[in-house]
C-alpha cells in the first residue's frame, strides 16, 4: 500500500472516531441547540459496462481519451478488444442542525478490479470544509475537478454569488512516464526512473479560488475559477531545488434552458503547468509529460511549465423521466511545445460523442455511448479512433 494510500486510512479511521466522540459531546451539553440531527444515509451504485475500443491504447480503460490514442505501429496490438470493466461507490453521509445552520460529515469509498480507495472523505460546514473532496478549481465544466485533500472556506453572498478559497494538495507531478517509448525502447524500468537523481517532490501546497454567480429563476450559473500551484523539484546531485509556478483559469457556465428537460454545459480553460487538471491530458500521465518538461535531453535540473488550455461543450435532453440523451464534444491543445526537442509529443486532441441512458426503474438504468476523437503531434502525425460503451448501473 502506497504512504498516500495509508495516510488516507488513517484519516478515516481517525476522523470518523473523532467525528462522532465530538458531535456526541457537543449533543450532550448543547440539547437546546441542536435543532435536528438526521440518520446516517448510506448510498452508492455499481456499473457494470463494456467497450470496443478502435485503435485505443489500454484495455484496461473502458472511457475513451484522445491522448491515448496509438500513434504508432507497434501500439496498435493492444487495440481493437472488447474490453469489460465493473465498480463500485458506496459512502456515508451524516448530517445534523445546530441553530439552523447544517454540519455534514462525508466519507466515500470506490473500487474496481485492481484496487479498494477513498474517494472522499471530508467534514463541511455551511462556510468550511477539511478533508478530500473536490477542489474549487472547474467547479462548472464538463469533466469533474480534481479531489484533493483540502481546507476551503466558501460564502454565499445576498447578491446571488458565492466565493471560495482553499488551501490544498498539490498533485503529482509525473517527469518520467513508466510508460513512455521513449524509457521502453531502451528497457528502462521503472524502478530505474524513480531512482533517477531529478525528482519531483511536493514541498508546498496549492490554492484555488472561485466565484460564481446564480442566475434568478434556476436558470442557471456561471463561474470563473483559479488555481496556482507551485511545483518544486529535487536534484541530488547538485542539491538543487528548482521551483516553478503553475497556474490555470476556467470560466464555465451551466444552463438549464429547460427546466428539467434541456441543459448546457461549456467552459473554456486555459493556463501552464495544470496538465493533470484538464481532461485529455490527466489520462496520458503513464505514457508522456502533462504538466511540465525537460528543457532540453542533456540538462536535467530545467524544468518548464506546458501551456495548455481547451473548450468543452455538452447538451443534455431528457425525452421522458427515465429517458436522457447527452451530446457532447471538445478540443484540447499545448503552445509551448517544440517539435524540434520533443516531435512525437501532444499538440492537439479533439473528441465528439453522445450517450443514451433508460432508467428501467429508479435504482437500475442501461446505456449506450459512441465517441470518436482524434490526437495530433508536433511533428503533424495524425490518428484517430472509434469507441462503443455499453453500461449498467445499479444505484442503492
Not at 109 to 135: C, P, Q, Y
Not at 269 to 285: A, N, P, R, T, V
Amino acid at each position: 500500500m502506497e504512504n498516500k494510500n495509508k495516510y488516507l486510512w488513517i484519516l478515516a479511521l481517525v476522523g470518523l472516531t473523532f467525528g462522532s466522540a465530538t458531535f456526541n459531546s457537543y449533543a450532550q451539553n448543547n440539547v437546546s441547540k441542536l435543532k435536528s440531527e438526521e440518520p446516517i444515509r448510506i448510498y452508492g451504485h455499481a456499473d457494470i459496462e463494456a467497450a470496443h475500443a478502435v485503435n485505443q491504447m489500454y484495455l484496461e480503460h473502458t472511457s475513451f481519451t484522445p491522448s491515448l490514442i496509438p500513434m504508432k505501429r507497434d501500439q496498435k496490438k493492444l487495440a481493437n478488444a472488447l474490453i469489460y470493466d465493473a465498480s463500485l461507490k458506496i459512502g456515508f453521509e451524516t448530517k445534523f442542525y445546530v441553530e439552523e445552520k447544517f454540519s455534514k460529515g462525508v466519507i466515500e469509498f470506490a473500487a474496481d478490479r485492481n484496487s479498494l480507495f477513498i474517494r472522499r472523505l471530508f467534514f463541511e460546514t455551511e462556510n468550511f470544509t477539511l478533508g478530500l473532496k473536490e477542489n474549487n478549481f472547474c467547479n462548472i465544466a464538463t469533466f469533474a475537478p480534481a479531489k484533493v485533500i483540502q481546507a476551503s472556506w466558501k460564502n454565499k453572498f445576498k447578491n446571488n454569488f458565492t466565493f471560495a478559497f482553499g488551501i490544498e494538495e498539490s498533485k503529482a507531478v509525473v517527469l518520467y512516464p513508466e510508460e513512455a517509448p521513449k524509457y521502453k525502447k531502451l528497457g528502462i524500468t521503472k524502478a530505474q526512473l524513480e531512482g533517477k537523481s531529478f525528482q519531483f517532490r511536493k514541498n508546498f501546497p496549492a490554492a484555488s479560488a472561485n466565484l460564481q454567480y446564480d442566475f434568478s429563476d434556476n436558470f442557471g450559473s456561471v463561474e470563473f475559477s483559479g488555481i496556482v500551484r507551485p511545483m518544486s523539484f529535487y536534484d541530488k546531485d547538485t542539491d538543487k531545488t528548482p521551483l516553478i509556478f503553475g497556474w490555470g483559469a476556467n470560466l464555465g457556465t451551466k444552463l438549464k434552458l429547460s427546466p428539467k428537460v434541456n441543459t448546457l454545459t461549456a467552459n473554456i480553460i486555459f493556463g501552464q503547468g495544470i496538465g493533470s487538471y484538464i481532461h485529455d491530458l490527466s489520462k496520458m500521465e503513464k505514457i508522456e509529460e502533462a504538466d511540465v518538461r525537460l528543457k532540453d535531453k542533456t540538462t536535467l535540473n530545467e524544468v518548464e511549465a506546458i501551456m495548455a488550455g481547451g473548450a468543452h461543450v455538452s447538451f443534455e435532453h431528457r425525452w421522458a423521466p427515465a429517458l436522457r440523451f447527452t451530446i457532447r464534444g471538445g478540443i484540447n491543445h499545448t503552445f509551448n511545445e517544440d517539435k524540434n526537442i520533443r516531435p512525437d509529443a501532444y499538440k492537439w486532441g479533439i473528441y465528439g460523442g453522445a450517450n443514451a441512458t433508460y432508467w428501467i426503474t429508479k435504482r437500475a438504468a442501461v446505456g449506450a455511448e459512441y465517441t470518436w476523437g482524434g490526437r495530433k503531434d508536433l511533428d503533424d502525425n495524425f490518428k484517430n479512433a472509434h469507441h462503443v460503451k455499453a453500461i449498467a448501473t445499479f444505484k442503492f
